[in-house]
């Protein structure tokens, strides 16, 4: 059965940086399309990021420039780099691998 796991959420300070993990069961990292996801507080859950299984990334408005996705088809894991935080980037972020979803991992960001 297909599992997903993040990692890497915590509380930073406005400006600041984290990373976050996704560690995939079996090789299936370096063959699909992995996203990433957040959902803030009473707000519906919305696209952060893709990485396609040729290496091509997509981003959402809000985070191009600050948010680098990347993968590591060795260790089956897709991490997202968030620097320049914001306040408004606090919420809980998946990775999603087809129809399978992590459980999340949360970041909130103090101002």
């Known amino acids: 059965q297909v599992q997903l796991v993040e990692s890497g959420g915590g509380l930073v300070q406005a400006g600041g940086s984290l990373r976050l993990s996704c560690a995939a069961s079996?090789?299936?990292?370096?063959?699909?399309?992995i996203y990433w996801y957040r959902q803030a507080p009473g707000k519906q859950r919305e696209f952060v990021a893709i990485?396609?299984?040729?290496?091509?990334?997509n981003y959402a408005d809000s985070v191009k420039g600050r948010f680098t996705i990347s993968r590591d088809n060795a260790k089956n894991t897709v991490y997202l780099q968030m620097n320049s935080l914001k306040p408004e980037d606090t919420a809980v972020y998946y990775c999603?691998?087809?129809?399978?979803w992590g459980q999340g991992t949360q970041v909130t960001v103090s101002s």
């Open positions: 999603k691998i087809n129809v399978v």
């Open positions: 079996g090789s299936l990292v370096s063959v699909n399309d």
């Open positions: 990485i396609t299984s040729r290496s091509r990334t």
